[in-house]
């Protein structure tokens, strides 16, 4: 059976403090004791290894980086290699997120460079896909998510892929207050897992999709329900103790 997960993306939120706080709070919060579900902290670098710190020995409690340079190492000013983000006890790394994506430009190619960098030191993937509403109101949200994957996650080898999960984020639902209804998300998350079967097969029932979006406290319960829907990448809702508690309490 697949682990269900609630990843918390901070983005450029909280300070050093809030962020420990909001740390300390949702452990104590959180009890995956005889639950198959999994946390993942997604907080700015420089909190990185203070937050690896204190979730270190809780097991259902992960810390990923919000993004990694496409680098091994060297003369990159103000990048972040997979590497360091290692040696500071990150497990994780987003790549592929829509803010990224608009704001940096980032397209497949170096997006597969940053996932390769990754892998290479040990770090699992939340690779987000997603198209934007005009691709939605001209039916290419199907072919735009297919072929972001097929750039980048496709490639990879089975092995690769295990250590990879997938967060399906529409951009027009993104920080918007407009989530994707459920069966719009478990239609998307349906391909995907298709799609998926068709260059790995039953490796596709491992992967884990995550539906970001919008999902808050409200309507976590009901996305989590859907039988392709592996849990969720959560913003905005995730910066308070009490909403993301009870986004992760949905998760069953
Ligand atoms: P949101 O962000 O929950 O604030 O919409 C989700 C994300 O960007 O990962």
């Known amino acids: ?16 403090s809030d962020a420990l706080q909001l740390t300390h709070d949702v452990m104590k919060g959180f009890n995956a004791v005889a639950r198959n579900c999994e946390i993942i902290l997604a907080p700015s670098f420089p909190y990185l290894s203070y937050i690896a710190g204190l979730t270190k020995e809780n097991n259902s409690i992960h810390v990923a980086a919000q993004d990694c340079s496409a ?49 290479s030191h040990n770090l699992k993937i939340i690779f987000c896909c997603g198209e934007t509403l ?24 089975p092995k690769e892929l295990s250590q990879v999960i997938i ?9 918007t207050g407009i989530n994707a209804t459920a069966a719009q998300a478990q ?21 884990p999709i995550l539906y970001g979006g919008s999902c808050n406290e409200k309507n ?7 039988p392709d829907i592996d849990g969720g990448l959560i913003g905005g809702a995730s910066l308070k103790t009490e909403s993301f508690l009870a986004i992760a309490d949905a998760l069953g």
């Open 1 to 16: 059976m697949r682990k269900k997960i609630a990843a918390a993306n901070w983005k450029m939120n909280l300070n050093m």
């Open 167 to 175: 967060a399906y984020e529409p951009v027009w639902a993104i920080g």
């Open 187 to 207: 239609e998307m998350h349906q391909c995907i897992r298709k799609e998926t079967r068709n260059k790995f097969g039953n490796e596709a029932d491992h992967l």
């Open 134 to 157: 005009q691709q939605r109101n001209s039916e290419k949200h199907f072919a735009t998510v297919t072929q972001q994957l097929e750039e980048t996650v496709f490639k990879l080898d």
């Open 71 to 119: 680098h091994s190492h060297g003369a990159y000013t103000g990048e972040v290699s997979a590497q360091q983000l290692k040696s500071a006890g990150a497990t994780h790394v987003i790549l592929g997120h829509s803010e990224r994506r608009t704001y940096h430009h980032e397209q497949s190619e170096i997006l597969y460079e940053k996932i390769k960098q990754a892998l």
């Open 220 to 226: 976590a319960a009901e996305l989590f329900a859907q």
